[in-house]
């Protein structure tokens, strides 16, 4: 290609982009707008740099750099001013926009929790192995349950109130006797040399503590 066919393809690149950026009065980078426009007009990537870099020296376009990337949009100095009418359209469209955004958000949102309860539910195979072990479960109480009625060594009330008449009276009198030969060994030991420990082990008295014994509570 000749350089004179070079310049009027370039011409026409430029001519094409700041059309389309005047047009969308919306950012782009040399990426998105060579993709939106390639199948329509034929551009190249290269061509599509080529001509937004030559409209930004220009001046017809601006230039922004993010980190590498770099981002093309009309000089908005020299689009027209919007009318009254334009600007209350442009107000309203917003406004739903607004509206239809938070709507979205809203549906993301119960979306996202359903999803959450749906991962935090049991499975369908879960759910059937765990009914069949709660029914293994239940066989073997009721088995232990029948066993148990059908066993003939049950404790009647009458035995269990005899058994605790029993117990409290065998609490009474560990009670009791341990109270009096508390009271005699104190008074022996008014009278010892030595200390207590001493004297029980001479005489060879063990006790309930050294054995690690408690008296039952009242029941």
Excluded at 7 to 22: E, F, I, N, P
Excluded at 35 to 50: D, I, P, T
Excluded at 127 to 151: G, Q, V, W
Aim: charged letters at 30%; aromatic letters at 6%.
């Amino acid at each position: 290609m000749s350089k004179g066919r070079e310049a009027a393809a370039g011409g026409g690149a430029a001519a094409v982009l700041l059309r389309y950026l005047r047009e969308q009065n919306r950012p782009y980078s040399a990426q998105d707008a060579f993709g939106n426009l390639q199948r329509e007009h034929g551009l190249g990537k290269a061509a599509v740099v080529k001509a937004l870099e030559q409209l930004a020296q220009q001046g017809s376009v601006r230039e922004k750099v993010y980190g590498k990337q770099k981002i093309y949009f009309a000089e908005q100095e020299q689009l027209p001013a919007a009318s009254d009418a334009e600007l209350r359209g442009l107000d309203g469209e917003i406004a739903e926009r607004s509206a239809q955004l938070q709507a979205l958000q809203q549906s993301c949102r119960h979306m996202e929790a359903e999803l959450k309860d749906l991962n935090s539910s049991m499975t369908t195979p879960e759910i059937t192995r765990e009914i069949e072990a709660l029914r293994k479960d239940c066989a073997s109480y009721t088995e232990k349950l029948e066993r148990i009625k059908s066993a003939t060594n049950h404790v009647t009330p009458e035995e269990k109130e005899k058994v605790c008449r029993e117990q409290q009276l065998y609490r009474r009198e560990w009670r009791r006797r341990k109270r009096m030969a508390t009271e005699l060994l104190d008074a022996i030991l008014e009278g010892y040399p030595k200390s207590k420990k001493q004297f029980f082990e001479e005489v060879g008295i063990e006790t309930d503590e050294d054995h690690g014994v408690v008296m039952p509570a009242n029941t």
